[in-house]
C-alpha cells in the first residue's frame, strides 16, 4: 500500500465509519432518528426493511470503494445505545501484496481525524449544555490542568 492509498484511505474511512443505525430491541424494530431544525423524527423499521437497508449500505461502500480506489475498508453498525454491533463487514484486502483481507477486527491507522473527532464531541456538549467551553478540563479529568478550549489550541503532536 502506498503513502497515497494510506492518505486517501485515511480521508475516506471515517466517512463510511460515521454510517449509524438505530434499533430498539425490545420491539424487534429498528428506527431511524432524524433532526430536522430542531425537531426530531423517529419512523421504525422492520427486521425486513433493516435487512434491505444495510444490504443498500454494504452495495454502496462496494461502490465507493471501486469508484475511489479503496483497497480495503471495514464497517460496523451499532445500536442507538451503543449496546450492540448489529453487522459488521470487511471489504478488500488490508495488504494488497499478500492479499490479506480486511475483517471487522482490521485496525487502520486513523491518523489526525481523532482531533476532529474531538472537536464535534466537545462541541455537542457545549450545545447541550453539558459543558462550557471555558469549564477547567480538571474538573472532568482532574490531572488536567487545562481549560475545554485549550483541547482545540493544541499543536498536533
Same mark, same amino acid.
Given at each position: 500500500?502506498?503513502?497515497?492509498?494510506?492518505?486517501?484511505?485515511?480521508?475516506?474511512?471515517? @466517512?463510511? /465509519?460515521?454510517?449509524?443505525?438505530?434499533?430498539? &430491541?425490545? $420491539?424487534?424494530?429498528?428506527? !431511524?432518528?432524524?433532526?430536522?431544525?430542531?425537531?426530531?423524527?423517529?419512523?421504525?423499521?422492520?427486521?425486513?426493511?433493516?435487512?434491505?437497508?444495510?444490504?443498500?449500505?454494504?452495495?454502496?461502500?462496494?461502490?465507493?470503494?471501486?469508484?475511489?480506489?479503496?483497497?480495503?475498508?471495514?464497517?460496523?453498525?451499532?445500536?442507538?445505545?451503543?449496546?450492540? @454491533?448489529? /453487522?459488521?463487514?470487511?471489504?478488500?484486502?488490508? &495488504?494488497? $501484496?499478500?492479499?490479506?483481507? !480486511?475483517?471487522?477486527?482490521?485496525?487502520?491507522?486513523?491518523?489526525?481525524?481523532?482531533?476532529?473527532?474531538?472537536?464535534?464531541?466537545?462541541?455537542?456538549?457545549?450545545?447541550?449544555?453539558?459543558?462550557?467551553?471555558?469549564?477547567?478540563?480538571?474538573?472532568?479529568?482532574?490531572?488536567?490542568?487545562?481549560?475545554?478550549?485549550?483541547?482545540?489550541?493544541?499543536?498536533?503532536?
Amino acid at each position: 500500500m502506498t503513502n497515497d492509498d494510506l492518505h486517501q484511505l485515511t480521508l475516506i474511512l471515517p @466517512i463510511y /465509519l460515521i454510517f449509524l443505525v438505530a434499533c430498539s &430491541d425490545k $420491539e424487534e424494530s429498528f428506527q !431511524v432518528v432524524k433532526q430536522n431544525e430542531g425537531t426530531t423524527m423517529q419512523s421504525s423499521l422492520s427486521e425486513q426493511d433493516f435487512s434491505n437497508l444495510s444490504d443498500r449500505f454494504v452495495d454502496w461502500v462496494e461502490e465507493r470503494q471501486e469508484e475511489d480506489n479503496i483497497p480495503g475498508v471495514a464497517i460496523a453498525l451499532v445500536n442507538s445505545q451503543g449496546e450492540e @454491533i448489529v /453487522l459488521t463487514q470487511g471489504f478488500g484486502h488490508r &495488504d494488497l $501484496e499478500n492479499q490479506l483481507p !480486511v475483517t471487522p477486527e482490521t485496525l487502520f491507522h486513523i491518523g489526525s481525524t481523532h482531533k476532529s473527532m474531538t472537536a464535534l464531541l466537545i462541541a455537542t456538549l457545549v450545545d447541550e449544555g453539558i459543558l462550557d467551553w471555558d469549564n477547567p478540563a480538571i474538573e472532568i479529568y482532574p490531572e488536567f490542568e487545562l481549560t475545554v478550549r485549550s483541547f482545540e489550541k493544541r499543536p498536533a503532536e
